[in-house]
């Protein structure tokens, strides 16, 4: 026996009892998915890393400390002498306790001081860009999930409008008003909408399951999304010019060129230019914890390497290759600046695109609505086929599958923008 269609769309909406459903936002679905993943808990270990290093930079110019203790015994083995003989068999342990520190700075200090601040940077900006990319793909998720519930939906209209005209075919017939292929072509299209329905089903049943995983959350949680599929205003035409320079990989890359220059300059104060090195030293000893001894040290040094002045000598050779490295970050930033311009140039051509395709679908979506209300009448009337009837239903929903498909393209394709000028693609709009 057939079952009424709104049970069948109850059976597959039925949730269990004891599971209160957990709603969320966009926002809130990005901070579960930053909370759970394990790639920005990795960023965030690095960065207090990087920090932490950083700032006790004071550690580059600590002094070395060292500390010894010793023990001996000492003694004739074979010939005796008779002068150390009445020492040795007094004494013939011995203790030597050394105590020394010593501080040594160079030229290459002040570089390793900029590493570290570069080091923190670097951490800093790939934990940028992994939330950057993070967040983008949530929201894409997102609104993903929410698109095909909004197909489910129409479907589950689309099949209660099937089983409607089935029934209707159905009084039709039993009246002789209507024949029996009517009836049996109702009856097809009104078990084709129960398929159509369940596979929408399946299908954001596991696109939600993948969601979860994504935020951490059980199995079974039911989720209810509260932000709609819902298009913003146009956007700015200046606002993607002139945020392209705020771009992460643009910044990374400017990294890249500062990081060269000072290898550059590294090499130029420690290899080809004097190096300079500064010295103070401490050390105290004690022998056999009574004879005490200390010495101070102060040095200055100069180190020149003649060499690496000479063409074509290793140490030229070394330095021309990092300027060739130095020139070719450069190389690489201007055309990631360039591939930028042309990314920006290419999202904002589809969005306009999008937006036309989404005007014309809401049309399409509203003339099909009046076409199938038209026709509906003219069935009733007798003076339209089952067919046509038929036909005007699937082109509704036809259409606002389309509307749908093209509300979440134009997000899809904002989110993309955003990402790509590293701004709330919210933002955007003027």
């Known amino acids: 026996m057939r079952q009424p269609l709104p049970l069948l769309l109850l059976a597959m909406a039925l949730v269990p009892l004891w599971a209160e ?9 990005v901070g579960l998915a930053m909370r759970a993943s394990l790639d920005m808990q990795g960023n965030d270990l690095a960065v ?45 342990f011995g203790t030597t306790v050394t105590l020394g520190t010593r501080l040594t700075v160079g030229t290459a200090v ?69 024949s029996e292929l009517d009836v049996l072509k109702a009856q097809m299209s009104e078990l084709n909408a129960r398929a159509a329905v369940e596979k929408a089903d399946a299908d954001f049943r596991k696109r939600q399951a993948t969601f979860r995983r994504q935020l951490g ?23 993607p010019e002139s945020l392209i320079d705020g771009r992460l990989d643009l910044e990374k890359a400017r990294l890249a060129m500062a990081a060269a220059a000072s290898a550059v300059a590294r090499y130029d104060a420690t290899v080809r230019l004097p190096v300079v090195t500064l010295e103070a030293g401490w050390n105290f000893g004690l022998d056999d914890f009574s004879d005490s001894s200390d010495q101070f040290t102060l040095k200055a040094g100069l ?33 990631g600046l360039r591939n930028a311009r042309d990314e920006i140039e290419a999202l904002l051509l ?21 076409i199938y209300v038209r026709t509906k009448e003219a069935w009733e009337r007798a003076s339209a086929t089952g067919l046509e009837l038929e036909e005007a239903g699937l082109a509704v929903d036809s259409a606002q599958q389309s509307l749908i498909a093209v509300r979440y393209q134009y997000l899809s394709l904002l989110i993309d923008l955003g990402y790509a000028l590293n701004v709330d693609w919210r933002t955007l709009a003027p």
């Open 21 to 29: 459903p957990m709603t969320l936002s966009l926002d809130d679905a």
């Open 48 to 92: 207090a890393s990087a920090k932490r290093s950083l700032e006790n930079s004071w550690n580059l110019f600590l002094p070395g400390i060292s500390s010894s203790l010793g023990a001996s015994l000492s003694d004739d083995l074979f010939i005796d002498t008779p002068a150390r003989a009445g020492v040795a068999a007094a004494n013939p």
């Open 110 to 178: 002040l570089f390793d001081l900029e590493a570290r601040r570069a080091a923190y940077r670097s951490s800093v900006l790939d934990r940028q860009m992994a939330s950057a990319s993070l967040t983008r793909d949530v929201e894409k998720a997102y609104f993903a999930i929410v698109s095909l519930e909004l197909d489910l939906q129409n479907k589950g209209k689309a099949a209660e409008l099937s089983a409607e005209r089935q029934r209707l075919a159905a009084f039709r017939f039993e009246r002789g008003l209507g």
């Open 217 to 239: 959350l059980p199995a079974g949680t039911q989720l209810t999304l509260s932000t709609a599929l819902e298009i913003p205003p146009g956007i700015h035409p200046q606002a």
């Open 303 to 335: 180190a020149f390497n003649p060499d690496a002045w000479i063409p074509r000598s290793q140490k030229d050779l070394a330095l021309r290759s990092l300027r060739e490295a130095q020139d070719s970050q450069a190389a690489k930033y201007q055309q």
């Open 350 to 370: 589809d969005i306009g695109l999008a937006a036309r395709s989404l005007e014309l679908a809401d049309g399409q979506v509203s003339l099909a609505e009046r």
